[in-house]
């Protein structure tokens, strides 16, 4: 295995050596060097996908340095500014057998529980950016909750895209056996020429009886007002209701990124287990999305629900592509998806594209998707209550998306009005 240099960049490029490499400055055991090339030797094989409603120029793979840095703010503290609290909160979680640290430092110190479930839901060969993410990822985020723990706090993490080119983190949360835990995560993004892209994995693990909640606010850079530049936002986030009785709730807020790409799932593969998606995407200026939920209802009497809010403002285009499936072991399963699209201005475009496979007689599953468009009267009445344009607008996106706002933790349900807000100043006259 080559000498890893200390410091400095790696050179721009992937190749084996490039793997190695990144792996040997981790200090990684033999088998996250031999995942991570088996994973390399996969991509090698596969196609970049291409999507119905998004389009972006050729990525070269080759122009990027695959920095190994450690995760900003791995605990919800900017790492810019240590906080002397967070050695308390980490002994107050260690006391309760919590594992709460960056990925690097799970594979170095519980590795045989990172070697159990890393790649469990996810596997190295789920798709062309997570085939890469697994060979390059650069750090992230681990959690391990034991059985009978309830994490006394909400968890967090913050990632700063200040790696130029490209970003690759990885997430692991386990949830024992009659364990909960919430997760919150955050992503901004400097402004920068060209284009940058995210290839991100996130993986939830939840055991009999067990509750994950997770949580992310994306504000990436969504690229100039002609369309130039910005985060290419490629993720793949899949939990699994592995034991009976078990629960996921995702929560998303997409703001950012000139492109996004992503399908938050559960598998409800345990009886009796539940799994939640509720989302807003926004897209103004030139921003795409493609993106949904996936409810997989393998179990008996498994439920799921699906809340998309999608608003589309200037020149973004908006897609929710979603996957209701239910397997015929599923007996008594039941889903509700309710998509909306709100609509500001005539350049604007929003869609809604449901994959349902029922296989089981006794499943119920139900799907309603609509559109409305922001009008003259609407805001011609609030004007007349003496509300501004942007104000009045602020109210009726707030409205909108309440239903799914109020699944955030009020501090970060604020600060996603806030993004909303500031997301869509000026979108009317």
């Known amino acids: 295995m080559p000498v890893a240099p200390t410091t400095g960049p790696l050179p721009r490029g992937l190749d084996e050596g490039t793997i190695r490499l990144i792996a040997a400055r981790n200090d990684e055991p033999d088998f996250m060097l031999d995942w991570r090339l088996q994973a390399y030797r996969h991509w090698l094989s596969m196609a970049e996908p291409a999507w119905s409603t998004i389009h972006h120029p050729p990525i070269d793979y080759q122009a990027i340095r695959y920095e190994p840095q450690a995760l900003a703010a791995a605990q919800g503290v900017d790492d810019s500014r240590p906080d002397p609290g967070l050695a308390a909160v980490k002994a107050q979680l260690a006391k309760l057998g919590i594992v709460f640290c960056s990925f690097a430092e799970a594979v170095r110190k519980h590795p045989d529980l990172v070697r159990q479930y890393l790649g469990s839901v996810v596997p190295h060969t789920d798709n062309f950016f997570a085939s890469l993410n697994a060979a390059v990822f650069a750090d992230g985020s681990f959690c391990y909750v ?4 309830h994490c006394p706090i909400a968890l967090s993490a913050h990632v700063r895209h200040h790696v130029p080119n490209g970003r690759f983190e990885r997430t692991l949360i386990i949830a024992d056996r009659d364990s909960t835990v919430s997760y919150l995560a955050g992503s ?19 055991l009999e009886n067990a509750s994950i909640r997770y949580a992310t606010v994306h504000n990436g850079y969504p690229g100039d007002r002609n369309g130039q530049g910005g985060i290419y936002n490629f993720a793949t986030q899949r939990g699994e209701c592995r034991g009976d009785r078990s629960r996921i709730a995702w929560t998303q807020v997409d703001t950012g990124s000139a492109i996004t790409w992503k399908y938050p799932g559960v598998v409800l593969k345990g009886d009796h287990t539940r799994g939640d998606f509720h989302a807003v995407t926004l897209t103004a200026r030139h921003q795409q999305v493609d993106s949904g939920a996936k409810m ?33 072991s599923a007996v008594g399963a039941r889903n509700h998806t309710q998509c909306q699209a709100l609509l500001l201005g005539d350049q604007c475009a929003a869609h809604t594209f449901p994959y349902i496979e029922v296989r089981h007689p006794s499943a119920r599953v139900q799907h309603e998707a609509g559109a409305a468009r922001i009008g003259d009267e609407q805001l011609f009445y609030c004007r007349s209550r003496g509300l501004a344009g942007d104000d009045a607008l602020a109210m009726m996106v707030n409205g909108f998306c309440k239903e799914v706002l109020q699944e955030l933790p009020m501090e970060s349900a604020i600060a996603a009005q806030k993004l909303l807000d500031a997301a869509l100043a000026g979108s009317i006259g």
């Open 188 to 206: 901004t993004a400097p402004r920068r020429d060209g284009d940058q892209l995210h290839a991100a994995v996130v993986e939830l693990v939840a």
């Open 146 to 149: 034991p059985p009978g723990v």
């Open 296 to 328: 997989i209802h393998l179990g008996k009497n498994t439920r799921s629900r699906i809340v998309a809010r999608a608003i589309a403002a200037g020149h973004g285009h908006n897609a929710y592509r979603g996957l209701v499936k239910v397997a015929r």
